[in-house]
């Protein structure tokens, strides 16, 4: 008789992947796009394939009814990965299950603990906080509701938060762990790139004048370096340019210019 640890474990790894987020927002979904786009892993997005179903998919994964199956518990909210019998949610999570099948961090040793160590710090930075800027109070509130503590927010993280994780960011590329190439870690790229780079692009949709600016300051050389390498890589870049991406719009990373302030 198998045990809950042997179901646990079983998967197909010859199984489609299919990712199941929200339709026309980069969002938490994005950080998992750009391992299948630059691995040239094929994938299943239903927010680009589901057409009047993605709403619907994702909200079935999120409802009170919905208590997962005899594998798999129920599912908090998207980003929500399905790879044959087995379903997983939590954008790290997932990062550190996909990242070694698509080779894009080793599949043991320290450094998958390092590396997953640096992404969720990145995750906190540049995707948690920068969410709060423009909805300190509640997620349920509309932006609108809460403009003047989202404004003493953004002025909180563009002077105090957005230089302090950039400077730890920096910290890791100057370490002797980073190697001597542009990447975070290892003289190789790993997904831990790939989720700084597309932190550093949405945060500089929502806060393109901080971001210029601190960019100008030459004190975090290596994490734009980097940007701009990831940003030229032939899968990424075609994948940019291409209809698969989604704009910025309502989502994590938003412009208001009014909190892009001095």
Request: proline content about 8%; aromatic content about 10%; some cysteine.
């Amino acid at each position: 008789m198998s045990t809950p640890d042997t179901k646990r474990l079983k998967t197909n790894d010859d199984a489609p992947y299919e990712l199941v987020y929200w339709p026309g927002i980069p969002g938490r979904g994005e950080l998992i796009r750009l391992l299948f786009e630059e691995a040239g892993v094929p994938y299943n997005d239903t927010a680009k394939t589901a057409g009047s179903k993605a709403v619907p998919t994702v909200l079935g994964y999120m409802s009170p009814d919905n208590t997962g199956d005899a594998t798999n518990p129920p599912v908090f909210a998207p980003p929500v990965l399905k790879h044959g019998d087995l379903i997983l949610n939590q954008t790290p999570n997932i990062l550190l299950y996909l990242a070694p099948k698509l080779g894009l961090a080793p599949t043991e040793g320290d450094a998958v603990f390092h590396l997953n160590g640096i992404v969720l710090t990145i995750l906190d930075g540049f995707v948690g906080e920068v969410h709060e800027t423009h909805h300190p109070i509640a997620t349920s509130l509309a932006y609108e509701d809460q403009k003047p503590e989202a404004k003493k927010r953004s002025e909180r993280f563009v002077n105090e938060r957005l230089p302090k994780y950039l400077g730890y960011v920096q910290r890791v590329f100057d370490a002797k762990t980073s190697g001597h190439g542009p990447w975070l870690y290892g003289d190789k790229l790993s997904y831990a790139d790939l989720v700084l780079f597309q932190c550093i692009d949405g945060t500089q949709y929502a806060f393109p004048k901080a971001v210029g600016r601190l960019r100008e300051s030459g004190k975090y050389g290596s994490v734009f370096k980097l940007y701009d390498a990831v940003k030229e890589r032939p899968n990424v870049k075609e994948y940019l340019g291409s209809d698969r991406r989604s704009a910025y719009a309502d989502g994590i990373w938003r412009h208001y210019p009014e909190l892009d302030q001095e």
